[in-house]
């Protein structure tokens, strides 16, 4: 006998294979989210370290923009952590040149360096070098 086409459908079997299909590709799919969170997350406090880091560095290359301002050697604070994951920054400078001395004893390159670190976190190291601006 004909099957006659406009009743035909899909047979109890053919759905619980096209369920268990769909039932595994749920799992697998679901299984790594949990990991994607956490890259997210990751990520975001990359982003937010960078951008503190950045604009941190603009204050300072500002603030050393001047030879007075170069030869004093003062560093704006180190920036705001509440926003960072609890990471803590430290800002340090150095004369990457020990040989490039002007007669006063400045030097004509300082090295800044922020250092974010916190507990169970990557460290992330941020370093800018400032030539003594001209006259």
Known sequence: MKRN??????????VLVAL??????SVAVLGSLPTLFKVNRSNQND??????AKAFMESVRTNLSTRAAFDA?????APDTSLMGGLTCT???????PTWVTLTGSP???RVTLTCEGSGQPTYTFTLDVGRPAS
């Open 108 to 110: 004509q390159v300082r």
């Open 91 to 97: 800002p340090t400078q150095s004369n990457p040149v």
């Open 5 to 14: 086409s406009a009743a035909a459908g899909l047979t109890l079997i053919e």
């Open 47 to 52: 982003q937010a370290v960078t951008v503190a």
């Open 73 to 77: 050697g003062v560093l704006p604070a």
């Open 20 to 25: 268990a299909i769909f039932t595994v590709l």
